[in-house]
């Protein structure tokens, strides 16, 4: 499986960004699908993932401003950011594994190479 994020860039507070992540190779066998981020000099962290099944998870500091969502068709990931704020600054990466849909970055076998997001003004 290969994962290509994209859609990142610099954006002011309160604005918006959509990531995505095009998925191809043995993508039918995948059982969850996420977005994590990391900041420098922070560990990497979940952000938002999305099962087979559509159940989302979200971190507690995007609940409410992120949205994950999925084109089956298109075998693309998105991760739409809104009312961003400077701490979303960060690498964020897409990630993928056959069998489990937890929190735990080492738990996920695919990755993207990542997509920078920075919110300055």
């Known amino acids: 499986v290969q994962l290509v994020e994209s859609g990142g860039g610099l954006v002011q507070p309160g604005g918006s960004l959509r990531l995505s992540c095009a998925a191809s190779?043995?993508?039918?066998?995948?059982?969850?699908m996420g977005w994590f981020r990391q900041a420098p000099g922070k560990e990497r962290e979940r952000v938002a993932s999305?099962?087979?099944?559509?159940?989302?998870s979200y971190a507690d500091s995007v609940k409410g401003r992120f949205t994950i969502s999925q084109d089956n068709a298109k075998n693309t990931l998105y991760l739409q950011m809104n009312s961003l704020k400077p701490e979303d600054t960060a690498m964020y990466y897409c990630?993928?594994?056959?069998?489990?849909?937890?929190?735990?970055?080492?738990?996920?076998?695919?990755w993207g190479q990542g997509t920078q997001v920075t919110v300055s003004s």
């Open positions: 999305i099962d087979s099944e559509g159940s989302t």
């Open positions: 190779g043995h993508t039918d066998s995948m059982h969850c």
């Open positions: 990630a993928a594994d056959d069998w489990v849909c937890d929190e735990y970055d080492e738990d996920y076998n695919y």
